[in-house]
Every structure is written in C-alpha cells, then in structure tokens.
T-cell receptor, first 111, second 112 residues
Framework: GEDVEQSLFLSVREGDSSVINCTYT??????LYWYKQEPGAGLQLLTY?????DMKQDQRLTVLLNKKDKHLSLRIADTQTGDSAIYFC???????????FGQGTELSVKP | DGGITQSPKYLFRKEGQNVTLSCEQN?????MYWYRQDPGQGLRLIYY???????QKGDIAEGYSVSREKKESFPLTVTSAQKNPTAFYLC???????????FGPGTRLLVL
C-alpha cells in the first residue's frame, strides 16, 4: 500500500522507556526520519537513519531499522514530561525523493 | 539566526475569499515545500519548488496556488475553490531535493 503506518497513541510513565513503531512501504527508500511536533508548533527533526544501517544511537534516542519487515522504531530512554509530543516517521522514496509521512504517534508522559 | 518563518500564526478566511500564507527562509535552500496537516493525519504535500521560477503540484494541489519569484520566499494562496481549508499549514525547505527537510512553525487557517 501507499501508507506509512503508526499507532496513534502511546502513554508511559516518567523515567520509563518509550518505543514508537512505524511500518513503511517502499523497500528502496533511502532515508527514514523521525520528527517531533509539540502542540501548535512545526516539526522538529529528531534523527534519521540511512537505509543501509540497522541502528543509530543519539543520546537518549535509539533508532532500529528492520529492512526485511520494513519496520522502523524510535526508542526514547528515561522518558521525561518534556518528551510529550506527536512523533512522525517519514520515508524518503527513492523515486523523486518525495517524503511520505505517517499519521503521527501522540506520546503522553505521566509523572 | 537562520531559519524558516511563517506568517501569520493564525489566519481567518471568510467564505469566497482568497488568503495568502507567507513562508520565508534565510538558509539559502533551493527547495521549498508546502504541507497541509489535519488532526490525526500525517502531512500531505500541496506544492513544492526545487528552484526559483519553477514549482510542481503535490498530492492535494486543487484549490491552492503558489509562486517562487525569489529563492527566499514561497507564498501559498488558498483560493475560494478550496472548500475545506481549515487546517494547519507547514512550510519546509532543504538544500536539495534529496536532503533533509526543515520546517517552519506553521500557520493555522480557520474559516469564519
């Protein structure tokens, strides 16, 4: 199909790890991105991974890529209340370089 | 400070009226994009421009128009032909079509 899929909601307790999942559609996509959107704001680039990598770590963020299953995940360690936001995954299609976004996962962090 | 600015933050449109959303960037980026965001949905591409004086339709261009007369500026006009314009509009840019996109703060358009 054409869609990038994400679950719509995730709720965690402060200090726990959060894992946000995404399935994408085009096995030839070159880059996969995670963006964060706080209420009423634009999208902030969090991290990205090139399609020939399996994992990328950046401080509290870990991205895992399973190309066989076209599955991408974002793990946030020691989740804080400031991490509450909507998280979008996006794939860059190889043909034309177009970005395709998922619906976004709303992360709620409870104290 | 380098970045992307969008104005206004909120915009109200009366029925039958055209309104224009501003997007300016001082990042020296060649490519610019307009997206529409509706609640519970991902971003959908309206128009994009890879170079000055050239632009292409995205997935939902009907009822919208753009211009790219300057590298720094990519205004979006929501015409009266767009029957459901209420949404959050996001502008983005990158240094080339294959590069990472960076986003502005967005404009929320509401219909009176």
């Amino acid at each position: 199909g054409e869609d990038v899929e994400q679950s719509l909601f995730l709720s965690v307790r402060e200090g726990d790890s959060s894992v946000i999942n995404c399935t994408y559609t085009d096995s030839s996509s070159t880059y996969l991105y995670w963006y964060k959107q706080e209420p009423g704001a634009g999208l902030q680039l969090l991290t990205y991974i090139f399609s020939n990598m399996d994992m990328k770590q950046d401080q509290r963020l870990t991205v895992l890529l399973n190309k066989k299953d076209k599955h991408l995940s974002l793990r946030i360690a020691d989740t804080q209340t400031g991490d509450s936001a909507i998280y979008f995954c996006a794939e860059r299609r190889n043909q034309g370089g177009k970005l395709i976004f998922g619906q976004g996962t709303e992360l709620s962090v409870k104290p | 400070d380098g970045g992307i600015t969008q104005s206004p933050k909120y915009l109200f449109r009366k029925e039958g009226q055209n309104v224009t959303l501003s997007c300016e960037q001082n990042l020296n980026h060649d490519a610019m994009y307009w997206y529409r965001q509706d609640p519970g949905q991902g971003l959908r591409l309206i128009y994009y421009s890879q170079i000055v004086n050239d632009f292409q339709k995205g997935d939902i261009a009907e009822g919208y128009s753009v211009s790219r007369e300057k590298k720094e500026s990519f205004p979006l006009t929501v015409t009266s032909a767009q029957k459901n314009p209420t949404a959050f509009y996001l502008c983005a840019s990158n240094s080339g079509f294959q590069e990472t996109q960076y986003f502005g703060p967005g404009t929320r358009l509401l219909v009176l």
